[in-house]
T-cell receptor, first 111, second 116 residues
Framework: DQQVKQNSPSLSVQEGRISILNCDYTNSMFDYFLWYKKYPAEGPTFLISISSIKDKNEDGRFTVFLNKSAKHLSLHIVPSQPGDSAVYFC??????????FGKGTRLHILP | DTAVSQTPKYLVTQMGNDKSIKCEQN?????MYWYKQDSKKFLKIMFSYNNKELIINETVPNRFSPKSPDKAHLNLHINSLELGDSAVYFC???????????????FGPGTRLTVT
């Protein structure tokens, strides 16, 4: 039972353009959402998070949007850079509970 | 300085053996975790310790036993290894906030376990 779904296994984006990674969730009790980035042979690195009381959180080139009614969140990266090529994991949790991770989306930034 | 470190990075062993993976964090965090990333790439939590106390124990075979000698260390011991145990195991740590779980976890580099 996948509570956090990342339906695109991979995404290719031209350098300098916007990358949009999508994530859907099924558990309406989730109240905190995170994005992690992972390079090969390394552990995931925290990128950005958002609480369910907000619909947008921005940190430099990274913005996360949350649509609670649609149970959908997205990560926007603009402008995309070569170093952004990695696997991005969406994750969610309900207060006092564990974090549930999605399967990840591999982002390729093309020169 | 490595924040969360794991040893070994690679581990190849035969079925039936017993092995351990060690994890240490120097972030001063109160909570540590073990995750398993299987062949389907899902990252799933196995255990969580807060100040040496077990707080999350997912449906994991009892061949897996975590040990936390202090809050900076969380080791994973696996008895009678099976082929299906082959995976990448990640250790992580976080500050304990909002009850039992914290939301920004710092991960180690992973240990790739291959059981033959």
């Amino acid at each position: 039972d996948q509570q956090v779904k990342q339906n695109s296994p991979s995404l290719s984006v031209q350098e300098g353009r916007i990358s949009i990674l999508n994530c859907d969730y099924t558990n309406s009790m989730f109240d905190y959402f995170l994005w992690y980035k992972k390079y090969p042979a390394e552990g995931p690195t925290f990128l950005i998070s958002i609480s369910s009381i907000k619909d947008k959180n921005e940190d430099g080139r990274f913005t996360v949007f949350l649509n609670k009614s649609a149970k959908h969140l997205s990560l926007h990266i603009v402008p995309s850079q070569p170093g952004d090529s990695a696997v991005y994991f969406c994750a969610a949790s309900a207060e006092g509970d564990k974090i549930i991770f999605g399967k990840g989306t591999r982002l390729h930034i093309l020169p | 300085d490595t924040a969360v470190s794991q040893t070994p990075k690679y581990l190849v062993t035969q079925m039936g053996n017993d092995k351990s993976i060690k994890c240490e964090q120097n972030l001063g965090h109160d909570t540590m975790y073990w995750y398993k990333q299987d062949s389907k790439k899902f990252l799933k939590i196995m255990f969580s310790y807060n100040n040496k106390e077990l707080i999350i124990n997912e449906t994991v075979p009892n061949r897996f036993s975590p040990k936390s000698p202090d809050k900076a260390h969380l080791n994973l011991h696996i008895n009678s290894l099976e082929l299906g145990d082959s995976a990448v195991y990640f250790c992580a740590s976080s500050l304990a906030v909002r009850g039992l779980s914290s939301y920004e976890q710092y991960f180690g580099p992973g240990t790739r376990l291959t059981v033959t």
